[in-house]
């Protein structure tokens, strides 16, 4: 079962999504600005031993930026020459959006999306979990996935994998 997400949710949802990353997480979003919540939940995972894996669009990630990813030791850091996808992914959860991995996006801006899961979530109306054409589609957005990154030029492979 999908659940719509307005901007408050999305927030939410992403926050959730990144602390509750057991072994894997992906982000696929052309622009990066992290707020100081979101880089903590990413340094947070990365102690945790999650692979995270970050597919950014080409010339579009500041030196200032880009140094703060680089000290996430579980992380591989792509980048694609064309990518305006927006999504987010650890495995259960898969929140696909109109959001941004940027500060600005969190504060100023009116966001949407879909957020799938694998399984049900406690305290939500959101019991199916994946199922007839909510296990199809998830497929699909999975194999989009493994594709964006097959297709993008590494500039960092996580240290303890590689």
Known sequence: MAK???TEATIYWLNELINGAESELIIIVPYIKTSSR??????DADKRGV???L???ENKLTGVEKQKLLNLT??????HPNIHAKCYFNGDLLLIGSMNLYEFSEKNNREMGILMHRCGIEGTEMKLG????DEIEFAKAKEEIRTIINGSTIEKLNKTKH
Not at 38 to 43: A, D, E, F
Not at 130 to 133: I, L, S
């Open 4 to 6: 719509f997400v307005n």
């Open 38 to 43: 979101i880089y903590q939940s990413l340094l």
């Open 51 to 53: 692979d995270i894996t």
């Open 55 to 57: 597919v950014y669009r």
């Open 74 to 79: 579980h992380l591989n850091l792509l980048h």
């Open 130 to 133: 994946w199922g007839g054409d």
